[in-house]
């Protein structure tokens, strides 16, 4: 029954190595988020897909890719990791933002990723 | 740009009834959010103002000001599992679909 979901959770590699991380949502929303939290606890978009398609791309370096193979999932691929991108990462859905009904974003567990 | 800011820390004791504030400077605003995170979890929704006034949800309510671009999260009847990082969050009404997210405000109840 889980809604939002990710794997994996904890996440230990070494710098200049390639990860993914995955998320899948059961809710039927169309719109999908990446949200990197550091170790200050901010909290800030990466990512959003709404119904498989990119609609927002914030200032994050191209070594991250986001990729949306059906509106349900939305994974996130990272290249040469280095030390900086240490944080915890979390996927969201919600339905579209500024619907009057709904604003909630549903998000997963996060995941810890630690690059040493 | 947008930007949110809130106190970083407020302390307060069980029982008692607690106000965190938010002020915002963005451009398109929709509405506000306000969104519990306890260590170690997911950050989860608890209230969203479309519109100036007090919405209240049990034991939470939240407020907004458009004029004063301000709202607050009032907590009432603490409990220690109230403990928790608390974050404003705001709608912007343009092409983006995402939350632009305050630094948090941690709640720490005492007995």
């Known amino acids: 029954d889980t809604a939002v979901s990710q794997t994996p959770k904890y996440l230990v590699t070494q710098m200049g190595n390639d990860k993914s991380i995955k998320c899948e949502q059961n809710?039927?929303?169309?719109?999908m988020y990446w949200y990197k939290q550091d170790s200050k606890k901010f909290l800030k978009i990466m990512f959003s897909?709404?119904?498989?398609?990119?609609?927002i791309n914030e200032t994050v370096p191209n070594r991250f890719s986001p990729k949306s193979p059906d509106k349900a999932h939305l994974n996130l691929h990272i290249n040469s990791l280095e030390l900086g991108d240490s944080a915890v990462y979390f996927c969201?859905?919600?339905?579209?933002?500024?619907?009057?009904?709904?604003?909630?974003?549903?998000f997963g567990p996060g995941t810890r990723l630690t690059v040493l | 740009g947008q930007s949110l800011e809130q106190p970083s820390e407020v302390t307060a004791v069980e029982g008692a009834i607690v106000q965190i504030n938010c002020t915002y400077q963005?451009?398109?605003?929709?509405?506000l959010s306000w969104y519990q995170q306890h260590d170690g979890g997911a950050p989860t929704f608890l209230s969203y103002?479309?519109?100036?006034g007090l919405e209240e949800t049990g034991r939470f309510s939240s407020f907004l000001s458009r004029s004063d671009s301000y709202g607050y999260l009032l907590l009432q009847e603490l409990q220690m599992k109230d403990s928790a990082s608390y974050f404003c969050?705001?709608?912007?009404?343009?092409?983006?679909?995402?939350?632009?997210f305050g630094s948090g405000t941690r709640l720490q109840v005492q007995p």
């Open positions: 969201a859905s919600s339905h579209p933002l500024g619907a009057e009904t709904y604003n909630e974003q549903f």
């Open positions: 809710l039927g929303h169309d719109t």
């Open positions: 897909y709404n119904n498989k398609e990119l609609i």
């Open positions: 963005t451009s398109g605003f929709y509405g």
């Open positions: 103002n479309a519109l100036d």
């Open positions: 969050a705001a709608c912007i009404r343009t092409g983006r679909r995402a939350l632009t």
